[in-house]
């Protein structure tokens, strides 16, 4: 194949196919009920509020006070990350020839896309 849109299209669609196939067979749950560690601590899930509750009375209280602006985006912060260390990932049970397969389609694609995009163009 010498038509660099052809084998631009065929990796676009291989790398897309592959990279549907994986989501599928993955599985995302959450436990934010139970806490989380950080270092060797065990912190509930709730206590991650009290930095943005307390900014948030502080802003309510003295609304020009650059603190209270920080501890409110610290805690929202400190929320967001709480959410994101909960998140679980679990591969659903699959054979070894269709995971293989996935990552040849999304490998494969890659390349293919990757040898069109950088491609040495210059008439000789």
């Known amino acids: 194949m010498k ?4 084998i631009f299209l065929v990796g676009i669609a291989m790398l897309a196919a592959g990279l549907f196939w994986l989501t599928t067979i ?5 436990l934010w009920g139970a806490g989380f560690r950080v270092g060797g ?4 899930s709730g206590l991650t509020l009290v930095p943005l509750i307390a900014g948030i009375l502080w802003v309510f209280f003295n609304p020009k ?12 912060v400190i929320l967001i990350a709480s ?14 020839f269709e995971f293989i397969l996935i990552f ?13 995009l950088f491609a040495d163009n210059s008439s000789k």
Do not use: E, W
């Open 104 to 116: 040849v389609c999304i490998a494969g694609g890659a390349g293919l896309i990757a040898r069109v």
């Open 65 to 76: 006070a650059m603190g209270a602006k920080i501890l409110c985006v610290i805690g929202i």
């Open 83 to 96: 959410i994101i260390m909960s998140v679980r990932f679990h591969v659903s049970r699959t054979t070894l």
């Open 3 to 6: 038509n660099p849109l052809v």
């Open 41 to 44: 601590a065990n912190i509930p």
């Open 26 to 30: 993955v599985q995302v749950t959450t």
